[in-house]
């Protein structure tokens, strides 16, 4: 890693990178990627320990405080989200504004930003209580919105929190119960949710949280932060690709079809690309997906995966890993391709997948605006652009 900042500012010069593929746009201490080995580790601690071993509410502990937190911490910390799940009534009203075929992702996007009015006595951010106060609110209550985005798009009645379950039973709880029922969620689903969570929950200087961090740097408060991450992991090159993962293999509809689709991502004059496939850092399978490849082929019969998706799932895996296309391209799965399966699994639509995944990473996105706030060289985000529009001219 070169610092070649006084170099440029004494010469004017400066470097044209699209897409960011070879600059670096901060110091971290958060999450560590070795893309060529396909590694990936948060707060120094590998993925595969945590995602085994580890809570995402512990994992959520340790990505905003640096250091997994005692039993007596971690028990605190689960009160205090269980009592944070609630919203102001008032943000029902929102959700009732929208029209019945509203996606999820943008019902979920307005509400978080529209946090910032019912509970605008912490925008200014006065002092670290502010800013605690802050992140658990925002923690808490983002499953809670995530669920009425789901009901008011199925036009049925909102369920509360319950203050006896813990962070993913609730949502699962709050997506699926009836009103007043006491539905029990399998500890299978619990858990295979928590680990969704916890292998969404921060990876570097994606897309989305390139984004958080830029908002951050003109000194706008996290709810307009993290409404921007939110919009920006909707692409389906991003966060939504696990929405299209599941769209594709429905589409192509059988395991005799694979070679065909394969066929059209080699093809130049076809557009057409494997969802869940490739990635900017990972040049070997990513770690996230191979754990939960795993976790699905531990859990398939007691979660009742559909297994015609995933034996399509499995054959595209299967033909492209072993075909010049992919192997030159070093194109492996990523985490979107499996994620799909498990939540299908957990009777969540597609449309609410880009949702999960927002759950998931909400807490990393808080923890880079922190780290952004302590950093005492943070600048404004501006990057340069390089003109090619027409020389100066004259209207006369
Ligand atoms: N299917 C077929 N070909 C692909 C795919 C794919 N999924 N991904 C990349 N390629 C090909 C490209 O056509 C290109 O080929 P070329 O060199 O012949 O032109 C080459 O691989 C490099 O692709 P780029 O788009 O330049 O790679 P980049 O690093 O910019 O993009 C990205 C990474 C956006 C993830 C890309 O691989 C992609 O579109 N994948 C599908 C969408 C997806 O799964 N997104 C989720 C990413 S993970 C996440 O955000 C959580």
Request: aromatic share 16%; proline share 6%.
């Given at each position: 890693v070169i610092d070649i900042?006084?170099?440029?500012?004494q010469t004017g010069m400066f470097t044209y990178d699209p897409g960011f593929t070879s600059t670096a746009s901060c110091s971290s201490t958060i999450t560590y990627i070795d893309g060529e080995k396909g590694e990936l580790r948060y707060r120094g601690y590998p993925i595969e320990e945590l995602a085994m071993k580890k809570s995402y509410l512990e994992v959520c502990y340790l990505l905003l405080n640096g250091e997994l937190p005692s039993p007596e911490e971690l028990a605190a910390y689960d009160y205090e989200f269980r009592k944070r799940a609630y919203v102001h009534e008032g943000l029902k009203n929102l959700f009732y504004s929208f029209p019945d075929n509203a996606h999820p992702m943008a019902m979920l996007s307005s509400a978080v930003s529209a946090l910032s009015t019912f509970y605008s006595e912490h925008i200014m951010m006065r002092n670290d209580e502010d800013l605690q106060v802050m992140r658990r609110r925002l923690l808490a209550k983002v499953p809670t919105l995530a669920a009425f985005a789901?009901?008011?798009?199925?036009?049925?009645?909102?369920?509360?929190?319950?203050?006896?379950?813990?962070?993913?039973?609730?949502f699962l709880y709050m997506i699926h119960a009836y009103p007043g029922q006491d539905l029990k969620i399998p500890e299978v689903q619990v858990r295979a949710l928590d680990t969704i969570f916890t292998l969404h929950a921060d990876h570097e200087q994606n897309a989305s949280t390139t984004v958080?961090?830029?908002?951050?740097?003109?000194?706008?408060?996290?709810?307009?932060?993290?409404t921007a991450g939110i919009n920006a992991l909707w692409g389906r090159a991003h966060g939504g690709a696990n929405e299209s993962v599941i769209a594709q293999l429905e589409y192509i509809g059988s395991v005799e079809r694979v070679d065909e689709?394969?066929?059209?991502?080699?093809?130049?004059?076809?557009?057409?690309?494997?969802?869940?496939?490739?990635?900017?850092?990972?040049?070997?399978?990513d770690p996230r997906a191979k754990i939960l490849k795993k976790l699905l082929d531990e859990m398939k019969d007691e979660l009742n995966v559909d297994s015609e998706l995933l034996q399509i799932a499995e054959k595209i895996e299967a033909v492209a890993l072993s075909d010049d296309y992919f192997i030159s391209r070093k194109l492996y799965p990523n985490i979107d391709f499996y994620s799909g399966l498990i939540l299908t699994a957990l009777k969540i639509?597609?449309?609410?997948?880009?949702?999960?995944?927002?759950?998931?990473?909400?807490?990393?996105?808080?923890?880079?605006?922190?780290?952004f706030h302590a950093d005492s060289e943070k600048k404004i985000a501006r990057p340069r652009q390089r003109y090619i529009g027409p020389e100066t001219r004259s209207l006369t």
């Open positions: 900042r006084d170099l440029f500012k789901y009901r008011r798009s199925l036009g049925i009645p909102f369920i509360y929190p319950d203050l006896e379950r813990s962070f993913t039973e609730n958080v961090r830029s908002v951050a740097s003109t000194g706008a408060h996290p709810y307009a932060a993290i689709f394969i066929a059209r991502t080699k093809d130049p004059e076809d557009d057409f690309r494997l969802m869940g496939f490739g990635h900017r850092v990972y040049k070997n399978f639509p597609k449309e609410m997948f880009t949702i999960i995944f927002v759950i998931g990473r909400t807490v990393g996105w808080l923890a880079q605006w922190l780290e």
